[in-house]
């Protein structure tokens, strides 16, 4: 079984920055792709970054320019940089991971969700 636990989230004003970390945690024999997801109240979940193992990375139109993903692969952790927040970046923001746990084995997994609120 593998474990997602996230960090970092909070409250911050616009303009400002915040870096959140995934750290994927049990039995893991490679990690294809990590990468964060955020719900709004009322919204659906929607991609906000993502990055495979070979590195390379894809981001939605809305945070292009802003928020930066990238890879500890020898701590099995992601992480996200967002700089220049506006108020509607807040959402909680989910950590997603796709492991192999075995030979035969793949899984898809979340974290339990970090709340991010952008706020004067």
């Known amino acids: 079984q593998v474990q997602l636990v996230e960090s970092g989230g909070g409250l911050v004003q616009p303009g400002g920055s915040l870096r959140l970390s995934c750290a994927a945690i049990?039995?893991?024999?490679?990690?294809?792709?990590m990468g964060w997801y955020r719900q709004a109240p009322g919204k659906q979940r929607e991609l906000v970054a993502r990055?495979?193992?070979?590195?390379?990375?894809m981001y939605a139109d809305s945070v292009k320019g802003r928020f930066t993903i990238s890879r500890d692969n020898a701590k099995n952790t992601v992480y996200l940089q967002m700089n220049s927040l506006k108020p509607e970046d807040t959402a909680v923001y989910y950590c997603n991971a796709g492991v192999r746990t075995s030979p035969t084995t793949t899984g898809d997994y979340w974290g339990q969700g970090t709340q991010v609120t952008v706020s004067s």
């Open positions: 990055i495979v193992d070979d590195g390379r990375t």
């Open positions: 049990g039995n893991i024999v490679h990690i294809y792709a």
